[in-house]
């Protein structure tokens, strides 16, 4: 009888990081489940490194091209529902569940009887303490859930790729995330579209928990970001365009703010090439009215989970 849970891990060139991710999986408590590694054409040596660990339940895929994270976590969220597992469980290759994280994943699902639309993980740093990067946004109401705080459940309407937990019936009713996104805001595009735009009650698991290890805790800003970087929010801003259009004149007008606010920032920040910082902002504010990406949508081909 195959598992029901497909554990999905996206990575390119950090196949140290990545050993460390499967070995972290292996350890989980709950250990029902299949991994699927998403490899973005690394040419790091990934798919010799990590042969010892491939098996009947640890697959391993290596596209042709780099599509990005968000092409990644399209293909892999796309196997899931075509290869009739129930859940799927994604993550960066820098993700490292402790023990108990998807086991706690699966009691929340128990608790709230299968009828919501994705699990968060309390996604931690290195340090052991938030990570800023990955910070969820709570509903504004979610008091009304206040019943489900005694299971360490909260309601949101926003969370990153790192640790989601997503039944595949979601994936069905609301699509695939959109591989056109290449980098940077995939994850919020689709967790927005299930908890705001259809609405689909989302929650945070509290005693379900993963460490993020990146090499800093600073969070993304235009502003202060390393110049190198920079050119990656084109990437942010551009997609953020689309992904606020669809959420209506008060979408539009947070994501006009947001424009501005990060403008202001870069004025007053200490590093250098503000206007290439300025110009990105700008640019994309513009281009991203003609991004206009299709959400594509997956059947199951077996049966349907209930």
């Known amino acids: 009888m195959m598992n029901e849970i ?14 460390k991710c499967i070995d972290s999986l292996r350890k989980q408590t709950y250990s029902d489940f299949d991994i699927l590694i998403v490899d973005n054409n690394s040419t790091d040596g990934t798919d010799e490194t ?10 391993y895929h290596k596209l042709s091209e780099n599509i990005g994270g968000a092409g990644g976590f399209n293909y892999g969220m796309r196997y899931s529902v075509e290869n009739d597992y129930k859940y799927c469980w994604v993550m960066d290759d820098d993700t490292l569940p402790l023990e108990n994280a998807l086991s706690e994943l699966v009691k929340a699902d128990e ?11 309390v996604v931690l740093w ?7 990067m990955n910070r969820q946004k709570l509903k504004k109401d979610f008091y009304e859930d206040v019943d489900l705080l005694k299971n360490g459940l909260i309601r949101f309407e926003q969370a990153t790729f790192v640790s989601l937990f997503v039944p595949t019936k979601t994936i069905q009713k609301v699509g695939l995330p959109i591989k056109e996104f290449f980098i940077w805001g995939d994850d919020i595009e ?6 705001v735009r259809k609405q689909m009650n989302s929650y945070i698991v509290g005693k379900s928990q993963v460490i993020h290890a990146m090499d800093s805790n600073k969070g993304s800003s235009i502003a202060t970001d390393n110049e190198n970087r ?12 689309f992904l606020y259009r669809k ?9 006009f703010s947001k424009c501005g606010i990060n403008c202001i920032r870069v004025l ?4 250098s090439k503000k206007m290439n910082r300025l110009w990105i902002i700008f640019k994309n504010l513009f281009l991203g009215f003609f991004f206009n990406p299709r959400i594509e949508t997956i059947e199951r081909t077996k049966y349907d989970s209930k």
């Open 111 to 121: 608790v709230l009887d299968k009828n919501y639309g994705v699990l968060s993980s």
């Open 190 to 195: 689709y967790t927005r579209r299930v908890a």
């Open 126 to 132: 290195t340090d052991g303490k938030e990570c800023k």
């Open 247 to 255: 959420e209506g004149l008060k979408g539009f007008i947070y994501y």
């Open 230 to 241: 920079i050119n990656r929010y084109n990437h942010a801003f551009r997609n953020e365009n």
């Open 6 to 19: 497909l554990a999905v891990v996206v990575t390119y060139n950090r196949k140290d990081m990545l050993v």
């Open 50 to 59: 990590i042969k010892p660990y491939l098996s009947t339940t640890v697959k």
């Open 268 to 271: 007053r920040s200490e590093q």
